[in-house]
């Protein structure tokens, strides 16, 4: 009975890990990488030879240095070269993106999206902007997958959309319809916007080294993406991260969920709105033209986005309390909520937070920006080659 893993197992594990090292990092010395991984530096040339003979790195000397002797082989991403699509379905647009190894965004579209369509409406738009990236590829490049970034709650084992308020959509195969379009034989996987937008940040943005982050996300809903002892928490199915519909007023206003007093009535794009007595407009702009009355001194709109701060801030140190995060990072128009109400938000965590919990947490807004969840969802993508560099072809 064989104990352990095999010589040829532990030899992918160490592809794997290296690869996704420069794929994280970028490009990176094999000393530096001996270091970091662990493996001698014979070890470290074989795995390098392999990869680069694989077409995912290349080897070459560094382009400057001064120490003297030999300087150290520099192991980069074939970012050109190696990629994954990315897609981010938004309550008033879509985008898509062309990711390369390494996490670059190398070609982008944008495009309108009417509220109310549908994901088999939507696929065909995806598929249009991809079929325009295409032409301008390398003729040895290699799509390795595609994710999908999408408001709503996501099935984990098949990428349904089992429900989005915000979109209109209920049990939507956003996933199934975008492969089908596409027409390439690429996995396709899809996932929650904060869920992906944090494990964004968590790779390569404003919280990396950070084991314990919240990723608040903000569109016309809200969620968040949780990271855990350095892992995504997604929950049983996938759904975790709706804490738009933490009950925090038994009385208050409908929500689109059906529930009355969701968090996200009093922070969400409707109950700002509301509040700054907008209720006809809607949209991040509309949102932007409140947060731009009240710092020009529009007393309705100074009251909307302080009692909104509260809210955000109240909610905040719930979370803060159960999951005890060293950093809350506000993503979408959450950022611009807390950055129009900061005061606010500060002074109610402070209220609330247990002094305990209180002692190492950070605000932050995302080092990523608007890219955040298409970074994330080409994560989603890069996932399986990192894991077995050799089994994608």
Not at 38 to 57: C, K, Q, Y
Not at 210 to 226: P, Q, R, T
Request: a neutral charge.
């Amino acid at each position: 009975m064989r104990v352990g893993p095999s010589q040829d197992e532990i030899r992918r594990q160490n592809l794997g890990a290296l690869l996704r090292y420069v794929h994280l990092h970028g490009a990176t010395t094999r000393a530096e990488l001996t270091n970091a991984l662990g493996l001698n530096r014979s070890t470290i040339g074989a795995l390098t030879a392999d990869l680069a003979a694989a077409g995912l790195v290349t080897e070459g000397a560094p382009k400057e240095t001064g120490r003297a002797g030999r300087p150290s082989l520099v192991v980069r991403p074939e970012s050109d070269r190696i990629f994954a699509y990315a897609y981010s379905i938004e309550v008033d647009r879509l985008r898509a993106a062309r990711v390369g190894l390494g996490g670059a965004v190398l070609d982008r579209r944008e495009l309108d999206r009417p509220r109310g369509l549908s994901a088999a409406e939507a696929a065909p738009l995806l598929a249009g902007a991809v079929k325009e990236m295409r032409q301008a590829l390398p003729k040895d490049a290699v799509c390795v997958g595609a994710g999908i970034a999408v408001c709503g709650m996501v099935r984990r084992d098949d990428g349904l959309v089992r429900l989005g308020p915000a979109t209109g959509w209920v049990d939507e195969p956003i996933g199934a319809a975008v492969s089908a379009e596409l027409g390439v034989e690429v996995p396709v996987t899809v996932g929650n916007v904060a869920d992906v937008a944090a494990f964004a940040e968590h790779a390569r943005g404003t919280a990396a080294g950070c084991d314990n982050v919240i990723y608040l996300y903000g569109d016309v809903g809200v969620g968040a993406g949780i990271i855990a002892g350095g892992r995504r928490l997604t929950g049983h199915g996938g759904y975790s991260g709706e804490v738009g519909h933490m009950v925090v007023s038994r009385d208050g206003a409908r929500c689109e969920c059906g529930n009355r007093g969701c968090w996200e009535t009093e922070i969400g794009e409707h109950g700002l709105l509301r509040a700054a007595g907008r209720s006809d407009a809607r949209g991040r702009d509309a949102l932007l033209a409140v947060f731009d009355a009240a710092d020009r001194g529009d007393a309705r709109a100074q009251t909307a986005v302080r009692q909104a701060g509260d809210w955000l801030g109240f909610g905040v140190a719930n979370l803060v309390n159960i999951f005890n995060p060293e950093m809350v990072i506000f993503g979408g128009t959450m950022r611009d909520l807390y950055l129009a109400a900061a005061a606010q938000v500060r002074s109610r965590l402070n209220s609330n937070g247990l002094p305990a919990c209180l002692e190492h947490v950070r605000l932050r807004t995302p080092m990523l920006g608007a890219d955040a969840p298409l970074i994330g969802a080409a994560e989603l993508a890069f996932d399986r080659l990192l894991a077995d560099p050799l089994d994608v072809g």
